[in-house]
């Protein structure tokens, strides 16, 4: 894998708990996340939303990002099986080291974002999901990122770092 890559599909949930939605495309906006998911600015009802109203926003709640290949990889290890989205992260992508991107900017598609901190699997995640999955993603549940600039999401565009 490389620091350069591509999205293969993008999911949102209209609110917490509900189940993830497959998107042609996504709408991003700075500071606000992804238009239409749980965590957007605007709706604000994912599960881990631990702010009042009028505290600003936290920082890695505007997108989440997953490999493809660890969820190839947790179902060859560890037999655990995730339906499309199951993994509750916004955009799977391929080819990208995610990891790599903690602390640095990047562009997705027409935005740019900044990856905030690893999005290690929670027990939540494990209890819709499946016994095991909290340890087979561990260190490879995805980055949490914020949007700096607005811009479309779509399938198959680039993922590039930019500094």
Known sequence: MTESGTVERIFTAPEAEA?????????????????????FREIETGTFV????????????DL?????????????????????GEHRRNVETREVALNHLVGRRFRVGDAVCRGDRLCEPCAHLQRITQD??????AHRGGLRADVLEDGTIRPGDAIEPLD
């Open 19 to 39: 189940e993830m939605e497959e998107r042609t495309d996504v709408e991003a906006i700075a500071g606000s996340g992804l238009r239409g998911d749980r965590y």
């Open 64 to 84: 989440t990002l997953i490999e493809r290949e660890a969820v190839t990889a947790i179902e060859r290890e560890a037999g655990i099986e995730l339906a499309p």
């Open 50 to 61: 631990e702010w009042d109203a009028d505290e600003d926003r936290h920082d890695g709640y």
């Open 132 to 137: 095991g999955v909290l340890q087979a993603l």
